[in-house]
């Protein structure tokens, strides 16, 4: 991000906070509870959402070498992600050609130069094609050379592996686009990863991932003494979102140089990439997360971290534990709220849940949720 626009983002969020408010709806919203607990509604979401638009799959930061490998079930299909011999991301289905096994176990790996069935020992390349079939003389000849694994098609950008259903990445992006490019994604490399499966639908865990109402209370003992209580700086970037979380230090700006100025230093930038994707930039390293339903309450969380280079010395590898630790009990935080909301939602409690005019993440995310259903 260009430092003019960093200067703007610091400038209005300490307006914010000089006048003890933050950004606000014109009103309340309220929202039917069975969107979180009926399952034609969640068939409807992952029929027009999750199979229509690009979707992120996962950080590009692990599959840099050849063999690099990564598998992916949230969309329903078991999908393996891999760099074949020239350095492309190739995307497949996870099944055997002989008789619909699963190829890869395991979310990430190498391979040295190819994939070995564990069911019979059929071989593929990294480029998809069949390699080798034991006992070959019992198949048609010619088989190997006509079989290769189901391409899945996925496209690289941002510093994250897509899938590629059709429609324009840039055009589906809009304005976000050009500032996702200014932060130079692509040239992060791996930190951390983590992978939870929480039981909530999985829009409650997008509500709690870009709104800060709920953190002096839900995170009072680990990042909500560091951060300004209820003050987010909100963008819309339809039907994506930008969100400013700024740091206590951040006051420190009114008294330096706007050119020393510096927003990751003071804020977290926060993006909700539509649908059920997160991306957070920070002093410390950026921070990836997907969300996709498995059930109606249950969800696939996963969360990868990536930083300027692969932790070396004996400081960055503590310092890299301290902040997955740090980030891991956090969401556990969360989980444990969304996963009680999920059971009072389901209990008859409530026929609507109510979002304040601050909660404007939330609102705004299924404003648009609304638009692209009814598509």
Not at 174 to 193: H, K
Request: charged fraction near 25%.
């Amino acid at each position: 991000m260009k430092h003019a626009e960093q200067v703007t983002l610091i400038r209005r969020t300490l307006d914010l906070i000089q006048r003890r408010t933050t950004d606000m709806d014109a009103e309340p919203e309220q929202r039917p509870v069975d969107i979180y607990t009926s399952p034609t509604r969640l068939e409807r979401e992952r029929g027009q959402l999750f199979q229509r638009y690009p979707i992120v799959l996962t950080s590009a930061a692990l599959l840099q070498r050849p063999g690099d490998y990564v598998t992916h079930d949230g969309l329903g299909a078991p999908i393996l992600l891999c760099v074949d011999k020239e350095g492309q991301i190739r995307g497949f289905l996870n099944v055997c050609r002989h008789r619909g096994a699963r190829l890869l176990d395991g979310p990430t790996g190498v391979a040295r130069s190819s994939f070995t069935c564990p069911f019979h020992g059929w071989t593929y390349g990294l480029d998809g094609k069949l390699l080798h079939v034991p006992h070959a003389y019992g198949f048609a000849e010619g088989h190997c050379e006509r079989t290769a694994l189901t391409p899945f098609p996925v496209r690289v950008k941002f510093g994250m592996v897509w899938t590629d259903p059709g429609p324009d990445l840039d055009a589906f992006l809009g304005p976000l686009a050009q500032e996702l490019a200014g932060w130079n994604l692509s040239r992060l490399q791996p930190a951390y990863q983590l992978t939870f499966s929480p039981n909530a639908n999985w829009k409650l865990l997008m509500e709690v991932a870009f709104e800060v109402y709920h953190f002096r209370k839900t995170h009072a003992q680990t990042i909500a003494p560091w951060l300004h209580d209820n003050i987010a700086l909100h963008d819309d970037f339809y039907p994506h979102q930008r969100m400013i979380v700024p740091r206590n230090r951040i006051n420190a700006c009114l008294d330096r140089d706007p050119a020393s100025w510096d927003l990751l230093s003071v804020a977290n930038v926060v993006y909700l990439i539509f649908p059920n994707t997160v991306l957070m930039l920070r002093e410390g390293p950026t921070i990836l997360q997907t969300v996709f339903p498995s059930s109606l309450d249950r969800t696939l969380w996963r969360t990868w971290a990536s930083a300027a280079r692969v932790p070396q010395t004996e400081r960055e590898v503590r310092h890299t534990r301290a902040d997955r630790e740090s980030f891991e009990t956090t969401l556990d935080e969360d989980f444990r709220r969304v996963t009680s909301i999920q059971s009072g939602l389901r209990s008859g409690a409530n026929q609507v849940v109510t979002f304040g005019r601050f909660e404007l993440g939330p609102i705004r995310f299924h404003r648009a949720l609304d638009d692209f259903l009814a598509r």
